[in-house]
């Protein structure tokens, strides 16, 4: 099986604009998560999705937001950027078939804020 | 207090022992245990979980779970320069959909 892939994998863009990260899961697996990973934070939760309704939100400001497609592909939205949001973005695709919630991540998108 | 607590590091092993990592959660309704390795630049990587009070071995790796003390530990046998990397503890309880991690441990692994 292909693994969760996200698009792009760079970004560079001026604080005050916005951008959308892209990532598609896992073949078969329906729940997409996204994270955020800082140096000083470390994997902070951002949000969870399942059949396209936004099951699970972390503690972040409502500038971030996410969706989910039907075929289970989900997009993240960050709007008016801030330095601070300078960061990899990492989308996870979970599986539940072993009976524990495992979580797969995608190579992350690096998203730098000038 | 942190929800999940690993000791920062750096942990340096010489190749061929075995490393230590350590691992410490408050949430005693957590039922799963994760442990991710994560190389530089890289993404992390689910290496295994455990979520019976024991011990899970998967090839050089073991993953020990003690409920009782809320205490999660993975051990790496024979270890190899190729092991050098940040490893993150994470948990997920019954009630979440989402994983906790922890701050994760660099290891390095001296030829």
């Known amino acids: 099986k292909a693994g969760v892939t996200q698009t792009p994998r760079y970004l560079i863009k001026t604080r005050g604009q916005q951008v959308t990260l892209s990532c598609s899961p896992i073949?078969?697996?329906?729940?997409v998560s996204w994270y955020q990973q800082t140096p000083g934070q470390g994997l902070q939760f951002l949000f969870e999705?399942?059949?396209?309704?936004?099951?699970n939100k972390g503690n972040f400001p409502g500038r971030f937001s996410g969706r989910q497609f039907s075929n289970s592909r989900s997009e993240m939205n960050v709007s008016t950027l801030e330095l601070g949001d300078s960061a990899l973005y990492l989308c996870?695709?979970?599986?539940?078939?072993?009976?524990?919630?495992?979580?797969?991540f995608g190579p992350g998108t690096r998203l730098t804020v000038t | 207090q942190k929800e999940v607590e690993q000791n920062s590091g750096p942990l340096s092993v010489p190749e061929g022992a075995i490393a230590s990592l350590n691992c410490t959660y408050s949430?005693?309704?957590?039922?799963?245990f994760f442990w991710y390795r994560q190389y530089s630049g890289k993404s992390p990587e689910l290496i295994m979980f455990?979520?019976?009070?024991g011990d899970k071995e998967d090839g050089r790796f073991t993953a020990q779970l003690n409920k009782a003390s809320q205490y999660v530990s993975l051990l790496i046998r024979d270890s190899q320069p190729s092991d050098s990397a940040t490893y993150l503890c994470?948990?997920?309880?019954?009630?979440?959909?989402?994983?906790?991690f922890g701050s994760g441990t660099q290891l390095t692994v001296l030829p």
């Open positions: 949430d005693r309704g957590s039922q799963s």
């Open positions: 999705y399942f059949s396209e309704t936004q099951r």
């Open positions: 994470a948990v997920n309880s019954h009630s979440a959909r989402q994983l906790t």
């Open positions: 455990i979520y019976s009070n």
């Open positions: 073949s078969g697996h329906r729940s």
């Open positions: 996870a695709s979970s599986s539940t078939t072993s009976g524990v919630y495992e979580q797969y």
